[in-house]
């Protein structure tokens, strides 16, 4: 079965710092990788996915992700902290084509992300 | 534009009713999913489907029930063997060829009262 843990249910930042949330799988077979935005209220939006390609990803607002294999991890990261990225990031896993879980996401617990001014 | 629509954004059930959200799409998708979100839980899977006229449970089915008649639409009906319903419901599509990629309606907070 797959799971994804994520580290710090809440993370504070002042704006301009570097955001970094943490993100790690377990998985049977090589994953497929999610990071989701949502803001209040709100559904949720894909900031970037990792397919098996290039293990670094980039992603929509400056965010990007490196996939580690050999660390099961795959983190999210932003070099500078925008008051606009205050919202709750979701980390999710999925089989790739052919697997049993394709087509479906297990998700992380979540961390919320407060930036400071 | 093209996207997915949840209705209502808020309800209130009394406890014993069965209330019904809405889902439609305009996406051409062939799979739709609900999920429940609670607070520091994540979101987690009730329902599935790949195609017309065919659904699988996910992890958390019990009390809850889908159909899927049409392309376009997958309610979800959450009866009264729902226990614990109060929780926001997020209905999600899935693209074809796009590596996995779901994407989410805006969410529907159910409240029983």
């Known amino acids: 079965a797959q799971s994804v843990t994520q580290l710090g249910s809440h993370v504070s930042v002042s704006e301009g710092a570097l955001v970094l949330l943490r993100c790690n799988y377990s998985?049977?077979?090589?994953?497929?990788l999610f990071w989701y935005v949502q803001y209040p209220n709100q559904g949720l939006q894909l900031l970037l996915k990792?397919?098996?390609?290039?293990?670094l990803v980039k992603g929509i607002n400056g965010f990007e992700a490196e996939f580690k294999k050999s660390e099961t991890s795959f983190h999210l990261t932003k070099p500078s902290a925008h008051m606009s990225d205050a919202a709750e990031y979701f980390c999710?896993?999925?089989?790739?084509?052919?697997?049993?879980?394709?087509?479906?996401?297990?998700f992380g617990q979540g961390t919320i992300l407060t930036v400071h001014p | 534009d093209g996207g997915i629509t949840q209705s209502p954004k808020y309800l209130f059930r009394k406890e014993g009713q069965n209330v019904t959200l809405s889902c439609e799409q305009n996406l051409n998708h062939d799979a739709m999913y609900w999920y429940r979100q609670d607070p520091g839980q994540g979101l987690r899977l009730i329902y599935y489907s790949q195609i017309v006229n065919d659904f699988q449970k996910g992890d958390i089915a019990e009390g809850y029930s889908v159909s899927r008649e049409k392309k376009e639409s997958f309610p979800l009906t959450v009866t009264s063997a729902q226990k614990n319903p109060t929780a926001f419901y997020l209905c999600?599509?899935?693209?074809?060829?796009?590596?996995?990629?779901?994407?989410f309606g805006e969410g529907s907070w159910l409240t029983v009262v």
């Open positions: 999710a896993v999925s089989d790739p084509p052919g697997g049993t879980s394709y087509g479906k996401l297990t």
């Open positions: 999600a599509s899935r693209a074809p060829y796009s590596g996995n990629t779901i994407y």
């Open positions: 998985s049977s077979v090589p994953p497929y």
């Open positions: 990792y397919t098996s390609a290039a293990t």
